[in-house]
């Protein structure tokens, strides 16, 4: 390039760049110092901003201060189109909150000075919310909608807002009497640790009162009289969310109470402490549908406004410059039937180990009753428990069998012992040795001929147990229960003795008292039984994770991890397959060991009775299952540590078929 070339360039990029610095006007400045300025307030953090007349670290403070009732929440602020005058420009900020379900939107107007060659914030609370003086603060206060109802069939209230009384030490009322006296002698007319509670009520403030225990109204033996009559005592009457006693269905529902620390750590700002909220089961998986949203109310005031000025003033002194108005819960509407969920209940409340009866409706999924017994200490066994089948699982092998060729007619060979790898598999105690030797299969599965199905073993595969299990219905994914459940898992490869415990359903089969129901169900419906709980699942957003269960209590259950739910069946059990297995199902009544059923009045009743070893006692402790069909209805019974299914969940289910009429 020739010098005269290089002298041009350089002269035009004198010229354009006189003509920049010509056309800047500090607009560029002054735009870049509202920016900063509006992305610190997004922060809520303005110390890094150079400001006019007001050191950095005051105005962080007080930003902090204005906006502390709104935390965890900060704005979205974005500066506007500048207009410049001289050293002054005015830049429009755009707030966006998110306030609840609400969203707040306002403008306001920051004005920056020039100061030498830098830019200034120019202080003004105003810039902050509009109107905003310089003592004053916001302020946020919320009232929640009253909790929906989780309903039953028919629409019955099953979770309600029933009347109670909360009964505690309330310290003004004390007078002269000793507060730690008067809390003891609470404590103990209403059950309560009362060295516990009178360390809480001396912890207390002078004007506190102290809640010792909320009472249902409806049949409470302690009277407002005998609490008046301690020092202190109080009893004020409100109302809660309440299921008809406390242990109605209470593992399948949930319960409600005051938000835990780790709920409002995971809520994401929707919880905060002293709010009210499901505690496991349906009413935390569901907890913003039956909660709804909350009215907010925000106001400006003085930061020097007490409680008591505002309650002595004529008018409110406050000015409120936000709000949202509450929106009601949607009710959540489950299959539940109340009688025959008391009734599951009832039948269970002797039962010392953990157990559960699960009853369903198989023409159309509906599960009516889903009890987990007292032994379960508050883990609903009857959905989520992960047990070991035992013979009910013979219904499986029956099927595979069935697909293989054979008929209800079919021989089997039925011997004491039968070695598989140097390991010896033999009958229950008690065995019919006129059931022994070569036998109908109806006949082997009616006396739960241990040694028959596990010599079939060679002619149905581990893959065909699979298939099987999954065409009744097991082990399949449930979109429609709208509930956490366990629903079984059967290992699609094994061999050996592994093989052969599978076809008495041990080994790594496992089922839930829901499932085993569910098995039950498809040889009632002749095809597998979907089943459901929630029947409006999308009336509102959910809370919890689906497919995480949340329970009250540790899970009793093997720890086993089972696999993933598998598709729906391709080759779903057909009404044939199912009369086969309801006729081998009514032999167990006819001829084998559940003839107690016979006596049941209605519909001819077909069953299963199944036990699984667990453990590694010697002998072994063992689950006690039994399944039945009943008309319309499919029923699994499961005592944990119960001995045999026939003697042990076998009068538990004749109690309730009979009760259930």
């Known amino acids: 390039m020739g010098n005269s070339k290089k002298l041009s360039l350089a002269m035009a990029g004198l010229i354009l760049g006189a003509s920049l610095v010509a056309c800047d006007d500090g607009k560029g400045g002054a735009q870049s110092a509202a920016q900063q300025f509006a992305a610190a307030v997004s922060s809520l953090d303005v110390g890094s901003v150079a400001f006019d007349g007001k050191d950095s670290a005051v105005a962080k ?3 902090q201060d204005v906006f502390k009732a709104l935390d965890p929440d900060k704005p979205v602020v974005e500066a506007g189109d500048l207009s410049l005058s001289g050293k002054t420009a005015t830049v429009p900020l755009n707030y966006t909150w998110t306030i609840g379900s609400g969203e707040w939107k ?46 039953g069939a028919g629409d019955a209230k099953l979770v309600t807002y029933r009347p109670v ?80 006693s406390r242990t109605f269905a209470r593992a399948v529902l949930g319960s409600v109470g005051e938000a835990s620390a780790e709920q409002i750590a995971a809520s994401a700002g929707a919880l905060s402490a002293g709010d009210v909220t499901g505690i496991g089961g349906l009413q935390q998986q569901y907890d913003a549908q039956l909660r709804g949203t909350e009215a907010v109310v925000i106001r400006a005031q003085r930061a020097d406004l007490t409680r008591e000025q505002i309650g002595a003033a004529g008018t409110d002194p406050r000015r409120v410059v936000f709000q949202t108005a509450a929106k009601p819960g949607t009710a959540l509407k489950t299959t539940l039937d109340p009688n025959l969920q008391s009734l599951a209940e009832s039948t269970l409340a002797g039962v010392g180990p953990a157990s559960a009866i699960v009853a369903i409706r198989p023409s159309t999924g509906a599960v009516l009753a889903a009890a987990s017994g007292p032994g379960s200490n508050g883990y609903n066994t009857a959905m989520l428990g992960q047990y070991a089948p035992g013979s009910i699982f013979k219904m499986v092998d029956s099927l595979a069998m069935f697909r293989n060729g054979m008929t209800p ?8 012992t039968l070695d598989v790898d140097g390991r010896t598999f033999k009958n229950s105690e008690g065995y019919p040795e006129s059931s022994l030797g070569s036998v109908a299969l109806r006949d082997a599965f009616a006396h739960s001929c241990n040694t028959a199905f596990i010599a079939a073993r060679d002619k149905v595969t581990q893959a065909q147990l699979e298939s099987a299990a999954v065409a009744m219905g097991v082990a399949v994914e449930a979109p429609s229960l709208g509930a956490v459940a366990f629903l079984g898992s059967v290992p699609g490869e094994a061999a050996g003795t592994e093989h052969a415990a599978s076809m008495i359903g041990q080994g790594k089969v496992l089922m839930s008292p829901l ?43 093997p720890t086993v991890t089972p696999e993933a739910p598998g598709q729906a069946s391709d080759k779903p059990i057909t009404a044939a397959e199912a009369a086969a297995l ?38 072994p402790k063992t689950h006690a299952w039994i399944v039945a069909v009943h008309g319309d209805l499919a029923v699994a019974v499961f005592v944990e540590d119960g001995g045999l299914g026939a003697t042990t969940s076998g009068p538990l289910l004749k109690q309730f078929l009979t009760a259930a009429g």
């Open 409 to 416: 007619d079919s021989k089997v060979e039925c011997t004491p």
């Open 61 to 63: 403070q007080q930003v």
């Open 515 to 557: 499932a085993a129901a569910m098995m039950a169900g498809a040889v009632a419906k002749g095809a597998p039984v979907s089943p459901q709980l929630v029947l409006n699942p999308d009336a509102g957003a959910q809370g919890g994770t689906p497919g995480e269960p949340t329970a009250e209590a540790a899970s009793p259950s």
């Open 165 to 244: 009384v909360k009964v505690g030490i309330d310290k003004p009322l004390l007078g002269s009497a000793d507060a730690t006296a008067s809390a003891t002698k609470l404590a103990e007319l209403v059950g309560v640790d009362a060295s516990a509670y009178a360390q809480q009520v001396s912890a207390s403030g002078a004007q506190a009162f102290v809640p010792a225990i909320t009472l249902r109204e409806e049949g409470r033996t302690i009277t407002d009289e005998q609490i008046a009559a301690v020092p202190g005592g109080r009893a004020i009457k409100e109302s809660q969310p309440l299921a008809p």
């Open 582 to 619: 309801s006729d081998m199902m009514r032999a167990v009544v006819t001829s084998g060991h559940a003839g107690f059923l016979s006596s049941v009045p209605g519909a001819p009743v077909g069953a299963k009775t199944g036990t699984a070893e667990f453990g590694k006692e010697d002998p």
């Open 106 to 151: 306002y403008t306001t107007y920051a004005e920056f000075t020039k100061s030498g060659d830098k830019w200034l914030t120019v202080w003004n609370p105003a810039s902050l919310v509009p109107e905003l003086a310089d003592n004053e603060i916001l302020t946020k206060g919320t009232q929640s909608p009253q909790r929906a109802d989780i309903l």
